[in-house]
């Protein structure tokens, strides 16, 4: 849990400052579960500088709680989180002071936005919260308000969960937190857990990932894995301290979210999913007549597919939906081993290629079109599936045919400025398995919002 604060002062000398506002956002990292807002009279004078930059003058504190009488509330909001803030030296220091001149030591384990944001969004003009949060297209209101920077904090915080793939951060919230350990564990974990497509990530005592998995319902997937009684779930049963837990909206980010962290974590009951998730894969050549010939064999590293399939059945289920979409030859696309025309052709429902009937090139634009359908090669695009709001999209960006990586953004930002499109993607590898995934989850659904840039 999270505490993400933002506090406003009244300026002056090293630890003479005094808090004029403050506003926290208690985080789930999902969601804002609880808030704490309000104004504070420092008792003692605002620097000018200070009234200009934020608006605050004595006149508005004058009837503003004292900090002795919101200090409860604020221990109370923060019992058990862990402090975020931009800058989070500055504002845990000024807080600390605030309690240790009532007498009262306040500790609570800080992290630091800006360092995150080095860290994991690298190359930025500038890492103070207004540049930066322009630059990654996160909407702020009230600048320099202590409510207003706080929920900046609080989005920027969720976008910098969402590139730390190696989930460090999560590593070490689970590691502090031994509340989620109390028996009954599994009732205690599977009733935190929400009904949402995701991944999710199952933790051990020390807080290390030992297994990640997706679904569409993760408490259901969760309650599979508690319930199931072969040997693996077992383990998993007897291991696990805590699930944590991403929100996709997008079934497409799962799996790609899925096969990166796996590859990248290694987590020891993932064994089975660290190799290739596909097996056959769809292969064109040219005969000597110069028509496009297509097949479906096993996958060969040596060789660059068009698209790629989980199995042998889905590959033909594919090819023979093909050959009936675009009016294909039965005989060359591997379909009717024959010498002479194919069967397709005798019931006129082939347009002759097979007995050179019809042209090579008028046979190839309709193969051509179906490679181009069904490959991203060399395109440049985005493509646009749900996001975890309603008022949020998830964005997948494709560069001259590369995955680059994916993100959230909100409706309301225009995603067509490449550099900002790029600011929000958290880049991932580009490989085998993340093209089988792309290019099945698009054959899949054929709805899904392509952008080409």
Same mark, same amino acid.
Do not use: W
């Given at each position: ?19 004029? =506002? ?28 200070? +009234? ?26 923060? #019992?058990?989180?862990?402090? +975020? ?5 500055? &504002? ?10 009532? !007498? $009262?030591?306040? =500790?609570?384990? %800080? ?13 930025? *003009? ?37 590139? &730390? @793939? ?27 857990? *929400?009904?949402? @497509? ?7 005592? &020390? ?38 837990? #991403?929100? @996709?909206?997008? #079934? ?26 596909? @097996?056959?894969?769809?292969? %064109?050549?040219?005969? &000597? ?15 660059? *597919? ?9 590959? /033909?289920? $594919? ?11 039965? /005989?060359?696309?591997? #379909? ?11 019931? /006129? ?49 494709? /560069?001259?045919?590369?995955?680059? !990586? ?20 958290? *880049? ?26």
């Amino acid at each position: 849990m999270y505490a993400v604060l933002d506090i406003e002062t009244t300026g002056g000398k090293y630890n003479e400052e005094g808090i004029t =506002e403050i506003a926290i956002y208690k985080f789930d990292g999902h969601k804002i579960i609880d808030q704490f807002i309000s104004l504070v009279n420092p008792e003692r004078d605002i620097q000018p500088f200070v +009234v200009n930059l934020t608006g605050i003058n004595s006149n508005m504190l004058r009837n503003a709680p004292k900090f002795y009488e919101v200090a409860k509330r604020i221990v109370e909001i923060t #019992e058990g989180c862990i402090l +975020v803030a931009h800058n989070a030296q500055f &504002d845990y220091r000024i807080l600390c002071t605030e309690f240790r001149r009532l !007498g $009262f030591e306040y =500790e609570r384990k %800080s992290l630091c936005t800006v360092e995150l944001s080095k860290y994991l969004i690298p190359g930025q *003009p500038s890492y103070s919260l207004g540049k930066l949060v322009r630059s990654l297209g996160i909407p702020v209101a009230d600048r320099h308000r202590a409510s207003g920077d706080a929920q900046a904090t609080v989005k920027l915080f969720k976008m910098l969960l969402d590139k &730390d @793939t190696e989930k460090n951060i999560i590593k070490d919230v689970v590691r502090l937190n031994p509340k989620r350990q109390l028996e009954p564990k599994h009732l205690e974990i599977i009733a935190e857990l *929400p009904t949402i @497509t995701g991944v999710y990530y199952i933790h051990n005592a &020390d807080g290390e990932i030992i297994y990640i998995g997706k679904s569409n319902n993760i408490k259901k997937r969760i309650n599979q894995h508690f319930t199931n009684t072969n040997p693996k779930s077992k383990k998993i049963q007897s291991l696990v301290t805590a699930v944590t837990y #991403e929100a @996709t909206g997008s #079934e497409l980010v799962a799996l790609l979210k899925e096969s990166e962290e796996i590859k990248r974590n290694k987590p020891i009951f993932n064994k089975a999913l660290r190799r290739s998730i596909f @097996t056959h894969a769809l292969y %064109s050549f040219i005969d &000597d007549n110069n028509y496009i010939n297509l097949s479906v064999r096993k996958a060969d590293n040596r060789k660059k *597919p068009i698209t790629t399939f989980s199995n042998l059945q889905s590959g /033909k289920s $594919f090819i023979t939906k093909a050959i009936s979409d675009y009016v294909l030859c039965q /005989k060359l696309t591997g #379909e009717y081993k024959t010498k002479s025309s194919c069967f397709n052709f005798d019931i /006129k429902e082939c347009n002759g290629a097979c007995i050179g009937k019809e042209s090579a090139s008028d046979y190839n634009k309709r193969v051509l079109a179906l490679i181009d359908k069904n490959s991203y090669a060399n395109k440049n695009m985005v493509i646009v599936d749900k996001g975890r709001d309603v008022d949020e999209r998830s964005a997948i960006l494709i /560069k001259d045919g590369v995955f680059q !990586g994916l993100g959230f953004f909100n409706l309301n930002y225009q995603i067509n400025n490449i550099e900002v499109l790029e600011s929000i993607i958290t *880049p991932m590898q580009n490989n085998r398995d993340t093209q089988h995934i792309i290019q099945s989850y698009l054959r899949r659904n054929k709805k899904v919002k392509l952008i080409t840039i």
